[in-house]
T-cell receptor, first 112, second 116 residues
Framework: DQQVKQNSPSLSVQEGRISILNCDYTNSMFDYFLWYKKYPAEGPTFLISISSIKDKNEDGRFTVFLNKSAKHLSLHIVPSQPGDSAVYVCAAGSGTASKLTFGTGTRLQVTL | GAGVSQSPRYKVAKRGQDVALRCDPISGHVSLFWYQQALGQGPEFLTYFQNEAQLDKSGLPSDRFFAERPEGSVSTLKIQPSEPRDSAVYFC??????????????FGPGTRLTVL
C-alpha cells in the first residue's frame, strides 16, 4: 500500500515556464512533507519542506503548497531552468519520528 | 565539507553469499538511516540509529537483514544470506541531531546491490 503517490512519472516544461509537480498521500498522520531532488547515481538532496500547520512555504524559485483536506501537495518551480532537470521525490513523515515515506518520483525535463 | 559516503558503490553477489554495505555519515551527525530503493520504487525505510542505539528497525524485511553502528559513527548493513529479491540500491542518510523530521537528512550516493 503506497502511502505517498506521485502519479506522473515524467513532466516536460519549457525553460522560463512554471513546473508543477504533484504528490498525494493517504496517511492522515503525516504532518511533515519534503521534496527531494535526485540525479542519476546520486542520493536524494533535500530541496524544501512544509509542516502541516502551514499551507505554503517558499524558498526562492521553489514553492510547496499543502492542501490537507485533499491530502495533496505540490511543488512549483518558477521560472524553470535547464539545471532543474532531475527526478523530484516527495516524502512525508509524522510526529517526532524521523522515518520518511517516499513517493516514486517524477522526472522533470526542462527544455530550451 | 565531506558528505555521506558509502562503499562499495556497486556490489554483485551470488545467491547465498553474505553482503556487507558500509556507511560513513557526516562527522558529528547523531542520527543515521538506511533506506532500500527497488527498481521503479521510492526509497523505503529500513532502520534508524541515534548514536549507537538502533531505535527503529521496523523496516528490515527479514531476519536476514542486520544493521549495526557500534561506535555511533560508521554503520554496516549486512544481508546474511543474500537473495535475488534483495537487489536494490541501498541508501544511507545522516542528520545532525535526530530531533525529528525538521532535521535534514543528508543522503549518500547509494550502493547498488545485484544478487544473482
Amino acid at each position: 500500500d503506497q502511502q505517498v503517490k506521485q502519479n506522473s512519472p515524467s513532466l516536460s516544461v519549457q525553460e522560463g515556464r512554471i513546473s508543477i509537480l504533484n504528490c498525494d498521500y493517504t496517511n492522515s498522520m503525516f504532518d511533515y512533507f519534503l521534496w527531494y531532488k535526485k540525479y542519476p547515481a546520486e542520493g536524494p538532496t533535500f530541496l524544501i519542506s512544509i509542516s502541516s500547520i502551514k499551507d505554503k512555504n517558499e524558498d526562492g524559485r521553489f514553492t510547496v503548497f499543502l492542501n490537507k483536506s485533499a491530502k495533496h501537495l505540490s511543488l512549483h518551480i518558477v521560472p524553470s531552468q535547464p539545471g532543474d532537470s532531475a527526478v523530484y521525490v516527495c516524502a512525508a513523515g509524522s510526529g517526532t519520528a524521523s522515518k520518511l515515506t517516499f513517493g516514486t518520483g517524477t522526472r522533470l525535463q526542462v527544455t530550451l | 565539507g565531506a558528505g555521506v559516503s558509502q562503499s562499495p558503490r556497486y556490489k554483485v553477489a551470488k545467491r547465498g553469499q553474505d553482503v556487507a554495505l558500509r556507511c560513513d555519515p557526516i562527522s558529528g551527525h547523531v542520527s543515521l538511516f538506511w533506506y532500500q530503493q527497488a527498481l521503479g520504487q521510492g526509497p523505503e525505510f529500513l532502520t534508524y540509529f541515534q548514536n549507537e542505539a538502533q531505535l527503529d528497525k521496523s523496516g528490515l524485511p527479514s531476519d536476514r537483514f542486520f544493521a549495526e553502528r557500534p561506535e555511533g559513527s560508521v554503520s554496516t548493513l549486512k544481508i546474511q544470506p543474500s537473495e535475488p529479491r534483495d537487489s536494490a540500491v541501498y541508501f544511507c542518510a545522516s542528520s545532525l541531531e535526530g530531533r525529528g523530521l525538521t532535521d535534514t537528512q543528508y543522503f549518500g550516493p547509494g550502493t547498488r546491490l545485484t544478487v544473482l
